[in-house]
């Protein structure tokens, strides 16, 4: 692992920001296939095209920790996942989605703000600006989300 302790201690916050989204593309790939009822093809088109933006941000979580001198090799953290909701109801998978994709809003805006103390320069630049896409992409998500709910 990193040698600077706060450097580390970003990294680890990092991994588990990494585990998250791992845990939101699984997520909507699993919706992909359990969502029910007369809008399901609908529904099901909407969580495949998420599942494959997540991928994109695993991705880019990935390439990140590496260029910021994480071994992922060495690290169990990058591997483990977090648990997600099962369902066959598209409200329930929606309303779920809500709550994940505002968590990581919130957890995205407390690394730009407070977090990102932690490194010097020029990670810290390049890291505001990586979690500030992030944030967007969540917060659209986030808005999108409601639009989605407020129809069914
Ligand atoms: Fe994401």
Aim: glycine residues 2%.
């Amino acid at each position: 692992m990193l040698l600077n302790p706060d450097h580390a201690y970003f990294a680890q916050k990092m991994l588990s920001d990494l585990r998250n989204e791992k845990k939101h593309m699984l997520f909507y790939l699993t919706a992909a296939s359990t969502v029910s009822g007369m809008h399901r093809e609908e529904y099901r088109e909407h969580f495949t095209k998420e599942a494959s933006s997540e991928m994109q941000h695993v991705i880019e979580f990935q390439n990140a920790l590496l260029g910021l001198g994480v071994d992922l090799t060495e690290t169990n953290d990058a591997i483990e996942f977090n648990h997600y909701i099962l369902s066959y109801s598209p409200i329930e998978l929606l309303d779920y989605a809500l709550k994940m994709e505002s968590e990581v809003v919130a957890n995205y805006a407390h690394r730009i703000k407070e977090d990102m103390k932690l490194l010097s320069e020029p990670d810290q630049t390049w890291m505001e600006n990586f979690y500030e896409e992030q944030l967007v992409k969540s917060r659209k998500d986030v808005d999108n989300l409601k639009m989605l709910l407020r129809t069914v």
